[in-house]
């Protein structure tokens, strides 16, 4: 589990693809074999680790749904270490590490210091996401300012601008998205009951 809170930008040292596919990251955190890392928001195994970094193999399945496919030496990435029992604060939101799905940015848009982002929603996802609630971005947990047919709007502030994988994105650019977890588990359980069972369980409330 992570909270969306990027602690390093990483930098793609190598990426083998082979069987599975090995990628290998430029880091300065303190991991060890075995140890969960969030990379773009993949939550990924670190297999071996190196002078400068540590390398992770991925599956087949994470590389088609994740755009680590797109990945190439020298690039950026966002990195954070799984949550400590008892010891992390949970500033951000629940993040699994599972993206959803590889989106698109629609268009980035300069407004003083910060920066608007919108980013294509397909239709499927449409009810994951709601004003002011949260969503991962690359593994960054922002929050949606406004939701328009297909697609959402962020507000970046500066510092996240400034210290995640965004201050290098241009307008067309991949990022992988993980809709907020309670809204999954809201819409699984409305799809299991029919219209007069919601209204007769919404009455209740009231």
């Known amino acids: 589990m992570f909270t969306g809170l990027i602690e390093e930008i990483g930098f793609i040292v ?16 303190e991991v060890k074999i075995g140890d969960s890392v969030s ?4 939550c990924l195994t670190v297999i071996k680790k190196l002078d400068n970094g540590f390398c992770f193999d ?18 950026p990435v966002n990195l954070e270490r799984s949550m400590i029992a ?10 699994l590490g599972h993206v959803d799905f590889v989106s698109n940015i629609k268009s980035i848009k300069n407004l003083g210091e910060h920066r ?13 996401v709601v ?3 949260s969503i991962a ?10 939701v328009f047919e297909d697609f959402i709007r ?26 907020d977890i309670i809204g999954k588990y809201v819409a699984r359980y409305m799809e299991n009951y029919d219209k007069s069972t919601l209204d007769k369980f919404m009455n209740g409330l009231l």
């Open 86 to 95: 008892g010891v992390s604060r949970l500033d951000g939101h629940i993040v």
């Open 58 to 75: 991925v599956s087949p399945e994470t590389m088609i749904r994740t755009n680590l496919k797109y990945l190439k030496p020298n690039d």
């Open 131 to 133: 004003p002011k609630g």
């Open 14 to 29: 190598s990426i083998s693809k082979a069987e599975n596919t090995r990628i290998c990251v430029k880091s300065s955190l």
């Open 137 to 146: 971005v690359d593994g960054i947990s922002l929050t949606i300012n406004y």
């Open 154 to 179: 962020i507000n970046i502030i500066p510092h996240t601008w400034e210290n995640t994988n965004l201050y290098a994105k241009k307008t067309g650019d991949y990022v992988n998205i993980e809709t």
């Open 39 to 42: 990379v773009n928001g993949a």
């Open 116 to 128: 608007e982002l919108d980013i294509y929603i397909p239709s499927s996802y449409k009810l994951m």
